[in-house]
């Protein structure tokens, strides 16, 4: 983090090898945590073949130099460098070393001087984070954020709830209610016969996203139509979306109905539908009730009780539902007016959609290394915060991904896991959430309309799409539309709607 205020005094400071600190006796010398790797601008970001050694590069977060002396909090590798004293196991961040012992005309504050002067609040911060729980007394409890892309809440339950078939069969095939074709099991990241299997490779920009939870297939065994070759059907799920239980009991939002799976909402155009928990758009599987018009992703459906987040270590979060309590979630700083959770000790919330939707290491084009989730203000950042995808500015506050080897920033919302990278964002939705607004939409679909000759494609807008041919009125930006790709006919998603279908 930079403090940006032009009346901080904070002077010139550069990195030395030796600083002297009016908190300590002694000089401290600057240490690194990991090796300099300065980006090179010559770099393509094209170069498709570097994944392997890309991952090598990268630095495991859970390095680091000790506890910071000043803040109380860890030095971890992602600070790059610290401030030591070897022979008193003495450490500052950089950050923290540098902050002036006298802030004039602070904005809170301007009539007189702030002092840096140690505060009683660190020395009771160990009540705050001491782990509330006990391991064995919760042994599935879930652990957020999720790893990576290729895991997710739905995953795991199924995974408890099922014999998922891994290595033991090479091909089998099903008949599932959810689609008018057999579905055959690919086991093997091959060839088969004449057919190559292929996973989600968003550097590649290979996009195989699951029909269910529209989430990343980047492991097998996973099911596929096996009409794709001659009807073009890409109908494709993970296993254990194809093994999801036909219905669900007493659901804690919704409990005085059935919720039916329903592989699409039939009475939302293009079965695209509205989470009643999460609030983003979907137009995966669902459980539903038609009777009310209550529809939830299949994700949403398995939300736990509780969890732990490494966002706020140690201490359990309860799941809570709508209410009148205003209160702010500590990840995209909105008000929790759907479901999210909470930590009754501290007061912290989250919405559901930050807690489980953003992973903790994810992959994108505008970096060649993996960006990770941060929760606050990096420490020895060298400039001002902004994304390097939007090209906006980033509050650090606010959760964001990171890159510690090239230095970039990105904001959350403007980190779409599917490998449609031309795809543009709603600027005004990332100032107002942390997850991609389309995370679970699967984009690509084709329609036919009367009075055109082509299909239109079912997509995102992007910048210059110009106007809706049905109601004149401007196509704006990161909203979904309908497209022809061969000409210049473009429809507004609720245009489309009203429209006869062929």
């Known amino acids: 983090m930079v403090a940006s205020h032009e009346n901080q005094n904070l002077g010139a400071y550069v990195a030395k090898d030796e600083f002297k600190h009016f908190s300590h006796d002694h000089s ?94 660190y020395s009771n911060i160990s009540g705050k984070i001491h782990k509330n729980f006990k391991d064995d007394e919760h042994p599935n409890l879930l652990h957020c954020p999720f790893d990576n892309e290729g895991d997710n809440l739905l995953r795991r339950h199924m995974s408890g709830k099922i014999e998922l078939t891994g290595k033991q069969h090479d091909a089998d095939t099903l008949n599932h209610s959810c689609h008018h074709h057999p579905l055959i099991l690919f086991n093997k990241q091959t060839s088969d016969g004449e057919k190559t299997v292929s996973l989600h490779n968003p550097m590649k920009k290979i996009q195989q996203l699951c029909d269910g939870c529209v989430k990343p297939i980047t492991t097998v065994p996973f099911y596929e139509c096996n009409r794709q070759a001659d009807e073009q059907c890409c109908f494709i799920l993970h296993e254990w979306c194809a093994k999801l239980p036909l219905k669900l009991q007493d659901y804690t939002g919704h409990p005085e109905h059935t919720l039916f799976l329903l592989p699409k909402v039939p009475s ?27 529809y939830i992703d299949i994700n949403c459906a398995f939300i736990p009780e509780e969890i732990i987040h490494d966002a706020h270590p140690g201490h359990l979060l309860y799941k809570i539902c709508p ?40 992959k994108h084009k505008c970096d060649k290394h993996p960006l990770s ?15 390097e995808i939007c090209e906006d500015k980033l509050n650090p506050w606010k959760w964001f991904y990171h890159c510690t080897t090239c230095r970039q920033s990105t904001h959350t919302a403007c980190v779409p896991l599917i490998a449609q990278y031309e795809q543009a964002t709603d600027p005004m ?5 942390c997850v991609y607004q389309f995370l679970n939409v699967k984009f690509g679909e084709t329609l036919k309309i009367k009075g055109h000759p082509h299909r239109l494609t079912f997509v995102q807008g992007i910048p210059n799409d110009g106007t809706c041919f049905e109601c004149g009125d401007p196509l704006f930006e990161g909203n979904m539309i309908f497209k022809c790709l061969e000409c210049e006919f473009r429809l507004h998603y609720e245009c489309a709607s009203s429209l006869t279908i062929d």
């Open 28 to 121: 401290l010398c600057l240490v690194y945590l990991q090796q300099q790797n300065p980006k090179n601008e010559n770099d393509s970001d094209e170069d498709e073949d570097r994944d392997e050694e890309v991952e090598k590069e990268f630095v495991e977060e859970n390095l680091h130099g000790g506890e910071c002396n000043m803040c109380k909090e860890q030095i971890l590798s992602f600070d790059v460098c610290h401030y030591y004293c070897k022979p008193c196991d003495y450490s500052l961040h950089k950050f923290c070393a540098e902050l002036p012992e006298i802030f004039q005309n602070h904005p809170l504050h301007p009539q007189h001087e702030l002092s840096l002067v140690e505060s009683d609040y």
């Open 323 to 362: 209410s009148n309590l205003v209160e702010l979630c500590n990840a995209c700083f909105t008000y929790i007016d759907r479901w999210g959770f909470r930590c009754p000790s501290c007061d912290f919330y989250i919405h559901v959609g930050c807690a489980l939707l953003l992973y903790r290491v994810i």
């Open 268 to 294: 939302k155009f293009f079965s695209v539908f509205t989470c009643a928990i999460c609030d983003l758009p979907s137009n995966g599987f669902a459980y539903g009730c038609m009777m009310c018009e209550f």
């Open 429 to 433: 939705k990332i100032f107002m959430t």
């Open 373 to 387: 989730l941060r929760y606050e203000p990096m420490e020895n950042h060298i400039s001002d915060y902004f994304c």
